[in-house]
């Protein structure tokens, strides 16, 4: 029987793609106007930069315990230029439909940079609500890219 998580490994730590992970908490959201989204600089694209992918863990979902009512938190994943163009919109609230684990669909994926940009995470908020008092939650966003011109050398 082949182990599986074994040859997943070895062909990653082989291969030219790289992951670059990071975490978002409730700490991070600073937003106090509500009913307004905040932008997260994530990740630094380089030109030449493909994307294959972005997955995401949502280890503890977003909540403000003290308002069951703020019940939706959407997070996509983009660029300055398309602020979804890498993750469309995840529901990230305990009180929604929130999703634990997934990833990008098709649509944009592979992209490639041309140009320096940063990869922002966009955390949504709701009518009359505001994303500082959330007080609970924790999301992973892993980015799988490879540069071209690494691979071209």
């Given at each position: 029987?082949?182990?599986?998580?074994?040859?997943?490994?070895?062909?990653?730590?082989?291969?030219?793609?790289?992951?670059?992970?990071?975490?978002?908490?409730?700490?991070?959201?600073?937003?106090?106007?509500?009913?307004?989204?905040?932008?997260?600089?994530?990740f630094q694209a380089k030109p030449g930069d493909m994307v294959l992918g972005v997955?995401?863990?949502?280890?503890?979902?977003?909540?403000?315990?003290?308002?069951?009512?703020?019940?939706?938190?959407?997070?996509?994943?983009?660029?300055?230029?398309?602020?979804?163009?890498?993750?469309?919109?995840?529901?990230?609230?305990?009180?929604?439909?929130?999703?634990?684990?997934?990833?990008?669909?098709?649509?944009?994926?592979?992209?490639?940079?041309?140009?320096?940009?940063?990869?922002?995470?966009?955390?949504?908020?709701?009518?009359?609500?505001?994303?500082?008092?959330?007080?609970?939650?924790?999301?992973?966003?892993?980015?799988?890219?490879?540069?071209?011109?690494?691979?071209s050398q």
């Open positions: 029987m082949y182990d599986m998580s074994r040859i997943i490994a070895r062909a990653l730590a082989e291969s030219s793609v790289k992951i670059l992970s990071t975490f978002i908490t409730a700490e991070d959201l600073t937003e106090e106007t509500a009913n307004t989204a905040q932008v997260i600089a994530a997955g995401y863990s949502l280890e503890t979902p977003f909540a403000d315990a003290s308002d069951a009512a703020f019940n939706t938190n959407t997070i996509q994943v983009g660029d300055g230029v398309d602020p979804d163009r890498l993750l469309a919109s995840l529901q990230a609230n305990a009180n929604g439909s929130f999703v634990k684990y997934g990833s990008s669909a098709g649509g944009a994926m592979p992209f490639t940079y041309t140009a320096e940009d940063t990869i922002d995470v966009t955390v949504g908020a709701m009518s009359g609500k505001s994303l500082v008092n959330i007080d609970t939650g924790k999301l992973w966003l892993h980015l799988f890219y490879h540069n071209l011109k690494d691979l």
